[in-house]
């Protein structure tokens, strides 16, 4: 009697809409499982057309090409002798289903539609796909002509059921329903299911992993966290809880597609059975050092440019955001190393050398990472010295230069024109001049930054562009801490979803690691934009200062405003007691208010926002993420009225019992 089972599951890197990569990397997978020996073989949800075609959902294009590609996956000699779990959009009745569409030696075994949809945070699968809402409830699903030349069926079970092989019973679940309180392995495991597949596209988010990881292992206990496991285990554990035994005697039962295949052998005997996976879970720090690295490196092989461009500030962000490209190098370097053709021959393809190994990370940093001191007469000298070791260090190639002619003949053509020179504050101007004149730094910087991406590689005699990389934090980005159409508008920006305060533990993170001691000296500086004059020489500047708000505040501001769903009344009362031990109630009133002034007079900027990592689940971000009007009665008196009169009201009761402790 066979007892041992191995099965796969792939994560793969597909593309939305890439039909021809996406087969490639397909049957690659069912091969590598194969050779592993399984005997079951799970993909990503939405493998073949890829996660992210959001509204090309709606075309029947998308359709099309994904019943092409499930074609040429069933005719191919690769899927033979091993059940094959793919995801696809299916469009059944008229009705479009996110579904796995699990097969067998050229015959369909079972369509299974999607239950509980993601629709909240960056998700918006309700836009595009209905959810299967018969429970156990399976119809006929008239299959495409394309399908049928090739399996011989005319129709397949579609819907809310389970494979039931030789051996053993299986269920699928997609992503969603794992998160979901009625998850369905809950009941399937009452029915008899003893190996469940769950199919994910679920995205990286700092500290994330450990509730995946939780998730998974309370749907499936001690029963599936291996690769290859005895299915006697699963079933003696079981036989054991008589309260599970109770309630599966009762529950209702699923339909079962029987598939005369097994998925262990009769002789398994001396098959080993895979230890439990013990699960090592990143610090925050090690998951910035490594997931925006990636993300990195995908888009730069995918966007066939030939490297990066950073304005290199000597601050903590531009510092930061170089580190991760030096980590991305570090990655890169050691996956040659450890026999990644693939990557090997993405780095031939961006350095446009057939021959080149890249081994040293800070002589790979060189060939495709470009950074830049764009100084003017607000810049001090330190900044610049830290930008310059820290380039040196990793090994980037580095630009030194002076952008004050740009300014002046910006600022001169509009003298020129209108009759009047804007002035700093410090010497006798407006508001208005200083952060006009603030604005033209900033901005000019972007044009410049532009410039160099496309025409750095032409002087020194070498072929394509740039990647110009933003580095504006999450918490600027809240607060509308940036100029429009400044440094922070660029290609794309690895840590726009990071806090400033990760940012300042990756940084002693990557002191400690990468042995980058010009760090030290970043991390000491406070945050400046050098964009006002110089005193003595010295910054006279700071970030904290210019938003009236510190770092620390911002995230707790994020957080509240986009997790805890907080507008300007509940924040205050949140914080009231939150900060009862340093700030008083009006003090709490006058730091909310302030907030919400600067959030919604800024907000316009969030939709000209880079596109980013997506680190942080109080991100502004409003191309997808964060959907907020962009114009606002930044006034807020209603709002302000009911906190007002919350304060009074507490003031009073402050006076009473300031009397009572007296009398």
């Not at 499930?70 to 995801?87: N, R, Y």
């Not at 005369?260 to 996976?277: E, K």
């Not at 900027?605 to 009665?633: G, I, Q, W």
């Amino acid at each position: 009697m066979g007892r041992a089972v191995t099965v796969a599951a792939c994560a793969l890197n597909q593309w939305a809409l890439d039909f021809e990569g996406n087969l490639k990397r397909i049957v690659r997978s069912i091969g590598i499982a194969k050779n592993n020996g399984a005997r079951y073989r799970l993909g990503p949800e939405l493998e073949i057309c890829g996660y992210g075609c959001l509204d090309h959902y709606y075309e029947s294009d998308t359709l099309l090409h994904s019943f092409q590609v499930l074609a040429k996956l069933l005719e191919s000699p690769a899927t033979q002798d091993i059940i094959c779990d793919v995801g696809m959009p299916v469009l059944h009745r008229n009705v479009r289903y996110n579904c796995r569409v699990i097969f067998l030696n050229k015959k369909i075994l079972l369509i299974r539609p999607k239950i509980s949809l993601a629709n909240t945070g960056n998700y918006r699968e309700l836009r595009w796909f209905t959810p299967w809402t018969k429970a156990r409830h399976v119809e006929e699903y008239f299959l495409p002509r394309i399908i049928q030349e090739v399996t011989g069926q005319e129709t397949v079970p579609f819907g809310d059921a389970v494979l039931a092989t030789k051996d053993t019973c299986l269920g699928a679940e997609i992503c969603e329903e794992l998160w979901a309180p009625n998850s369905p392995h809950i009941e399937m495991g009452l029915d008899g299911v003893e190996i469940f597949a769950n199919s994910s596209g679920s995205h990286h988010v700092l500290r994330k992993a450990h509730t995946r990881v939780d998730l998974v292992n309370s749907a499936t206990a001690k029963e599936v966290l291996v690769a290859t496991l005895d299915l006697e285990d699963v079933r003696s554990y079981r036989a054991e809880i008589s309260s599970r035994n109770l309630a599966a005697s009762k529950v209702n039962p699923y339909p079962r597609v029987k598939v005369n295949f097994a998925l262990s052998s009769s002789d398994d005997i001396a098959v080993p059975i895979c230890m439990p996976v013990q699960w090592r879970h990143h610090s925050p720090e090690e998951e910035i050092s490594l997931g925006p690295a990636c993300w990195l490196w995908d888009y730069l092989r995918r966007s066939k440019q030939a490297g990066f461009l950073l304005p290199l500030s000597g601050g903590i962000d531009s510092s930061a955001t170089a580190c991760i490209v030096y980590s991305m190098c570090h990655q890169v370097c050691l996956a040659v190393k450890n026999g990644n053709a693939d990557v090997l021959a993405d780095v031939c393809r961006i350095v446009n050398d057939e021959t080149y190994v890249p081994e040293d990370p800070r002589e790979f940093c060189k060939r495709i990472f470009t950074t830049c001191y764009m100084a003017s007469e607000n810049s001090s000298q330190d900044t610049c010295n830290r930008a310059k070791l820290l380039a040196e260090q990793i090994g980037s190639y580095h630009i030194n230069l002076n952008i004050d002619a740009a300014v002046k003949a910006v600022v001169g053509i509009f003298s020129m024109v209108m009759g009047r020179t804007p002035l700093f504050s410090v010497f006798g101007g407006s508001k208005r001049e200083n952060l006009a004149l603030q604005n033209v730094q900033a901005r000019i910087r972007m044009v410049l930054a532009y410039l160099f991406a496309q025409l750095t590689l032409w002087t020194r005699g070498m072929p394509g562009g740039l990647l110009v990389l933003g580095s504006a934090n999450v918490d600027e980005s809240l607060r509308g801490y940036l100029t429009k159409y400044d440094c922070s508008s660029a290609d794309i920006n690895p840590i726009g979803g990071i806090s400033k305060t990760d940012l300042k533990n990756f940084i002693q993170y990557c002191i400690e690691n990468f042995h980058l001691t010009a760090l030290r000296s970043i991390m000491s500086a406070p945050p400046t934009a050098e964009l006002e004059p110089l005193v003595d020489g010295q910054v006279a500047q700071t970030d904290e200062v210019d938003m009236g708000m510190t770092y620390a505040e911002l995230s707790i501001y994020g957080k509240l405003r986009k997790i805890a769903k907080a507008g300007p009344y509940s924040m205050f009362c949140k914080l009231i007691n939150m900060w009862k031990e340093i700030c008083t109630p009006r003090e709490v009133a006058s730091k909310v208010k302030h907030f919400f002034r600067m959030y919604s007079l800024n907000r316009h900027k969030m939709t000209t926002l880079t596109p980013s990592y997506h680190a942080e689940n109080y991100s502004p971000d409003d191309n997808r993420f964060d959907l907020r009007p962009f114009l606002y009665n930044t006034t807020w008196s209603w709002q302000f009225r009911c906190i007002d009169k919350e304060v009074s009201k507490l003031g009073k009761k402050e006076e009473i019992s300031v009397v009572a402790d007296t009398v």
